[in-house]
Nanobody, 127 residues
Framework: QVQLVESGGGLVQAGGSLRLSCAAS????????MGWFRQAAGKEREFVAA????????SYADSLKGRFTISRDNAKNTVYLQMNSLKPEDTAGYYC????????????????????WGQGTQVTVAS
């Protein structure tokens, strides 16, 4: 069973950037597809981005393409979310998630497709 710990959140001005990290332990990291989700106050948790096992295919929420980039470093057991040109509406708790997928090319986008979740890191974008 894998444990996930997010870091890198904080307060940033609109237009700024943040890089979130999610460190995994207790499992074979390279065997998981990884995802990032976010949840704003009073709203449902929503998909942000996902990355497959190999060859590291990626998938993004349509509204975030071009601003957010997901990547992974299997040697460090870590998945990243680079967030650029941040907007106040990006304010949310950001959560990483992991699943052993049915195939190595899978980039799951649904909440229920993931088995393991971190505790989240808060991102606040000031206008």
């Amino acid at each position: 069973q894998v444990q996930l710990v997010e870091s890198g959140g904080g307060l940033v001005q609109a237009g700024g950037s943040l890089r979130l990290s999610c460190a995994a332990s207790g499992g074979t990291f390279s065997g998981y597809a990884m995802g990032w989700f976010r949840q704003a106050a009073g709203k449902e948790r929503e998909f942000v981005a996902a990355i497959s096992q190999i060859p590291r295919l990626t998938s993004y929420a349509d509204s975030l393409k071009g601003r957010f980039t997901i990547s992974r470093d299997n040697a460090k057991n870590t998945v990243y979310l680079q967030m650029n040109s941040l907007k106040p509406e990006d304010t949310a708790g950001y959560y990483c998630a992991a699943v052993v997928p049915r195939n190595a090319f899978s980039t799951p986008r649904g909440l229920r497709e993931y088995d393991y979740w971190g505790q989240g890191t808060q991102v606040t974008v000031a206008s």
